[in-house]
């Protein structure tokens, strides 16, 4: 009985999961979304999109239900509030 209960609450977390990868595919083409789709780039991990607009730079992480940040996620945005981001020009000559 343990077992059958420990499966369906694995594959009930596995749906959740697929189902915000697939959602994420559509935000970018939602109404409300943040960023210029069109200057969208999608980079999965640990955030999910960062959109390159005329203004600014946008770093933008989707979630859906209860789901929250994890620990990467909080790190990169405190570095991000922190104003810790740096830009980098690497030049490599024949």
Do not use: A, C
């Amino acid at each position: 009985m343990k077992e059958g209960h420990e499966r369906l609450k694995f594959d009930y977390k596995s749906m959740n999961v697929k189902h915000g990868k697939h959602f994420e595919s559509f935000v970018p083409f939602m109404e409300d979304y943040p960023g210029e789709k069109e200057n969208t780039v999608f980079l999965g991990n640990p955030i999910d999109f960062i959109s390159f607009d005329d203004d600014s730079v946008k770093f933008i992480e989707v979630k859906t239900g209860k789901s929250g940040l994890n620990e990467k996620q909080k790190q990169v945005k405190r570095l991000i509030e922190s104003g810790k981001v740096e830009w980098f020009e690497l030049r490599f000559e024949k």
